[in-house]
């Protein structure tokens, strides 16, 4: 199977999706990554990777005599572009430290080969931190949440046991509230939090940051 | 039409998002959204945000009697939660100062109401780099770029003006090359870049940022 990416100009209305997807699951293709681009001033876009068995050419005549595509056009993958995604969140004073770490060290690793990107959101209230929280685990390509403030707890607490148990790494700074009891790590410096974040996620470096135990730095 | 966003556990195998986006197209449902979230140690998840006419649960209960969708949930959309996105590329050093700016001024601008997320990637190579650019208008929720290095031009100033062209706002940090001809502002402080970059995409201020002539700050 290899594999391949496409971006289709498409008229607005419903059913488009289904129309591509349909030749796709036509020809046994795995669609692997979706994405509807929408445009103030112009028709929208969807985009989709996927694997296929055989050459592409076929299926990307068939997606063009859609009724509705406008135009295709077979384009390089986001995983190879952009790569792993840590996500930080939380007060714009520690998010901010954070981030600064992280693209230093994310830079370092970047030069070597990897793709690591730093996304960041900053965020007040329990509420609206727990939902950002939940919903990480529905990002593509995330691998690992900092949670950077001075203190969380309640419903934040319960949100990040619900994506560790998910899979997903959470590295919390030392601070007032629970969060830090049900963290991975927890790490005071909030810039040392940063360059953790990507080491520990980074293909590159050869040791494990995220110990079994749960190590406070 | 109302907004609904639901996430659904699927079998890993071909044809699933064509029998999800078959029922939503025989509900005339519009999709606004879509993703595929894959796991090392789980079923995959399909996440879609749609609008529709009349009751979500008629659409939702037809979802779950697909066969290969074990479970689905109706869950918070991603633009309430995430929002508006800023890019920042280029070199570490720069990239890292710029964020600094722009996650404190969307800090600001999210305690009032607002939901600006600031995401990076560190990279190096003119290649890379334009490729990267191209991309962007590629990825959900973008308003606008910031370049941040030291020497950027090539083939990143064509993408630049590629992506220039479908309406995407481009920060250039003054630096050597020729991305700062091409882009919109120019900015010689990273920190204040950040800043405005936030202040261009805000609803909340009262003011354009972004004036029809080109400025060099």
Known sequence: MADYAVLTT???????????TRVLADHHANITYVDIIHHRDRDPEIYLEFSVDG?????????????G?????????????????????????????????AITEADRHNIRG???????????????LASAVRAVVRLPRVRLLVLAGSIMGGDISRAVEEV??????????????????????????PVQAGVMAVMAVADTPKFDIIPHHKPRY
């Open 10 to 20: 498409v008229t607005n209305q419903p059913g488009m999706l289904f129309g591509l």
């Open 164 to 189: 560790r148990a998910k899979g997903l790494v959470v590295i919390s700074l030392n601070m007032a509230g629970s969060v830090p009891d049900v963290a991975d790590p927890v790490v005071s410096d």
């Open 55 to 67: 050459s592409v050419d076929p299926l990307a005549g068939e997606l063009r005599r859609i009724s």
């Open 114 to 128: 990897e793709r690591i990107s730093v996304d960041t959101i900053p965020l007040v209230g329990e509420e609206e």
């Open 69 to 101: 595509v406008s135009s295709l056009e077979l384009t390089p993958s986001f995983s190879k572009i952009y790569g792993k995604r840590i996500i930080i969140m939380g007060g714009g004073a520690q998010v901010g430290q954070v981030a600064l770490g």
